[in-house]
């Protein structure tokens, strides 16, 4: 990858290949829903756990929030082990407000 | 001197290529035949098809006629030259991309490249070089390839294109049609602005009156917008206005949406919704808050008496087992204000894209306006100057509840009809006479017992099943023996049961006139509840104090029946000839 250039998506698997860890930059709405399936499909579904990075994310919308429903549903809906870190005070707002600390674990 | 060279084959080591099918039509322009002939010959063996024309005003004629799809042109034409004529072809070919090579002699540079310059693709210059010849028209099949590619994915994607306005109109319709069904906003006492993106909205607002005189209203946001939230606005309005007109909570509301969205939309798809239900006769206000913004309640003289924070998750995500129903409560008086709002509004941007309203600017508002009567339109008059000249992003919604200061509020006509399943039991009574001809066609007894579990969940535990007992019992004396005479003694054996049944449909086929009448009415318990049944029918009924007393612990077919009866019910009583029997059945909620 050539400095400076910023993937919206990136993902990376751990290297025993049981966590998959998710880069989102710049706006995480609607049309980011491709590749952030994309990503996630590298898990194993509920034998994976998996970290969403939102250090680099500055904008959320409804239909990201419904994206991450998906993923949850894909990593095991209860039984899934979903993290979303390093979010900025608007996105822990909206986090907050959709009360999704109720089905993730934030941070 | 010779115009041109015409060598006999083409350089040695040269690639034969052809041009595609679809384009292999060209025009060939010039005054020379002896050129004419030799080019003709060339390029039809290079698989070309060659249509020939000796002037201007010839070359113009066959292009209209023959739609070549290529040009070629030389310069020295006669009748009209060249130059016009390539003006003319082009202009012909309107949105069309024919592309035109012009040949000059090696002198008339300047116009070459003028005429090049407006409406020439390629040009060669005198001689000719064939095989140079041949290598520009294959380049330009390329072009034509593509050009006609394009054209594919753009009429493709002009198809959709008209496909997804269609979508969106009809989405739009049924949207607006779901939301006018009702004039529950339109009220003296509510106020409201509704400002969708792009004309299709993706918000919801609600209200209706309950019965009980309470004001219900709701203000959703559906992820997204268009044919997902038309198709989830149908059934959350259809369970709004029938749930509140029968007085439902608004958790029990809020519960039933949740299941249907749940059950309609795809994952990934929910309803951030704030509901509330304001009682002028209770002073009291309770909300539901998934996913909105804060709800604010503005009471004059003190600011912000109370704010609503979203609580719980939005509609559509919970299963129904994990849905959390807890209201919040809130003192609610004469001249308060409620307002709410979707975060459209809280982040609607202005020009310079850096600031947006926000949450603190809006209540700043609410809180410093003098006039409680203006803070609404002035909260209008910020979104307007702070989204003018900005894109709007989101759909801006805002609705203003003013709780009247007087309290005749409106209570709609009672309505009656299902009750909820999982409020308290309240009492209730139903009475249904059936005549012969009803007798006859239909069966009741299902009808019966559905109707009174959908009035009263009495749910597990065999209450159901008794309750079937015991109105199949008491149903059945009466128009068998009441109406029909039948002796019961003959379903004492097989034989003689078939007989039974055989004569009960003839019997019934006869008769035109008699009725039952059936009344259960219901009363509550601190564990379930009481029915009371009592069956009347128009026969003549029979001796029940004789029967008893002479049977004693006898089992008759028609005693087993009334023993049942008897050990299921707690009271049981024959009344008049014997026409008449009430019983009451208890009932009790099943510990789980």
């Known amino acids: ?107 | 001197m010779q115009p041109f060279s015409c060598p006999p084959s083409g350089a040695p080591g040269t690639v034969v290529l052809r041009p595609s099918a679809s384009h292999c039509r060209i025009l060939l322009a010039t005054p020379f035949q002896g050129i004419a002939d030799c080019l003709a010959a060339f390029l039809t063996a290079s698989g070309y098809l060659v249509f020939c024309a000796a002037d201007g005003h010839r070359t113009v004629e066959i292009f209209q006629a023959e739609k070549p799809d290529l040009v070629l042109l030389d310069l020295k034409l006669p009748i009209a030259d060249g130059c016009s004529v390539a003006h003319h072809i082009k202009y012909l070919a309107g949105d069309r991309f024919v592309p035109v090579l012009l040949v000059s002699a090696a002198d008339e540079k300047e116009r070459l490249i003028h005429c090049q310059h407006n409406c020439a693709d390629d040009f060669l210059t005198e001689p000719l070089d064939r095989s140079l010849l041949l290598a520009k028209l294959l380049a330009l099949d390329r072009v034509l390839e593509i050009q006609a590619r394009l054209a594919a994915q753009n009429a493709e994607l002009l198809r959709h294109q008209e496909q997804q306005q269609r979508d969106r109109e009809i989405a739009e319709r049924v949207f607006a049609n779901v939301l006018s069904r009702r004039s529950g906003l339109d009220q003296p006492n509510i106020r409201y602005l509704l400002a969708p993106v792009a004309g299709y909205n993706g918000d919801i607002l609600l209200a209706e009156h309950a019965p009980s005189g309470s004001l219900y209203a709701m203000l959703g946001d559906f992820t997204g917008h268009g044919l997902s939230a038309a198709i989830g606005a149908l059934p959350v309005a259809d369970i709004f206005y029938g749930m509140s007109a029968k007085g439902f909570s608004i958790a029990d509301i809020a519960a039933e949406m949740n299941r249907k969205i749940r059950a309609i939309l795809p994952p990934g798809f929910f309803l951030a919704a704030c509901l509330v239900e304001m009682s002028p006769v209770n002073q009291a206000i309770h909300a539901w808050n998934g996913g909105l913004p804060d709800a604010l309640l503005y009471r004059p003289g003190q600011g912000i008496a109370q704010r609503f924070i979203s609580r719980h998750l939005p509609l559509g995500i919970l299963d129904d087992k994990k849905f959390v129903r807890s209201l919040e409560v809130a003192a609610l008086s004469p001249d308060d204000r409620l307002f709410m709002y979707s975060d459209g509004l809280i982040e609607c941007r202005g020009a310079d894209c850096r600031e947006m309203y926000g949450q603190e600017r809006l209540e700043q508002r609410i809180v410093t306006c003098e006039d409680p009567g203006g803070i609404f339109p002035a909260i209008l008059g910020d979104t307007r100057r702070f989204c003018e000249n900005g894109s709007q992003e989101d759909d801006i919604t805002l609705i203003e509840i003013h709780q009247p200061r007087y309290t005749s509020v409106k209570v709609p006509p009672p309505v009656s009809g299902i009750l909820s399943k999982t409020l308290r039991p309240p009492n209730w009574g139903l009475d249904i006479t059936l005549h012969a001809a009803a007798l006859r066609a239909t069966d009741p007894l299902p009808v019966l017992v559905r109707l009174v579990q959908d009035l009263q969940d009495i749910g597990q535990g065999g209450n159901r099943e008794r309750l079937y007992l015991v109105l199949a019992e008491l149903f059945n004396n009466a128009l068998d023996h009441g109406l029909l005479h039948l002796d019961s003694k003959l379903k004492n054996d097989p034989e003689g049961f078939c007989r039974f049944y055989e004569m009960r449909r003839g019997e019934l086929e006869r008769i035109s006139e008699g009725w039952v009448r059936v009344q259960i009415e219901h009363s509550p318990s601190s564990s379930g509840g009481s029915l009371h049944i009592r069956v009347h029918d128009s026969g003549t009924g029979f001796q029940h104090a004789a029967y008893f007393s002479q049977n004693g612990n006898e089992l008759a077919a028609h005693g087993r029946g009334i023993a049942l009866v008897r050990s299921l019910c707690r009271k049981v009583n024959f009344l008049g000839a014997g026409n008449r029997v009430s019983v009451v059945l208890d009932w009790e909620t099943p510990s789980t």
């Open chain 1, 1 to 107: 990858m050539e400095a400076g250039q910023i993937m919206p998506v990136a993902a990376e698997i751990s290297q025993d290949g049981r966590t998959v860890t998710i880069r989102i930059s710049g706006r995480f709405d609607f049309s980011s829903q491709r590749e952030f399936r994309k990503a996630y499909e590298l898990g194993r579904g509920p034998d994976s756990s998996y970290v969403i990075d939102m250090s680099h994310t500055e904008y959320m919308d409804s239909s990201a929030l419904g994206m991450l429903l998906l993923l949850r549903d894909f990593a095991g809906g209860d039984r899934a082990g979903v993290r979303l870190v390093h979010c900025n005070p608007q996105i822990a707002q909206i986090l907050k407000i959709a009360n999704f600390s109720q089905l993730f674990d934030i941070s």
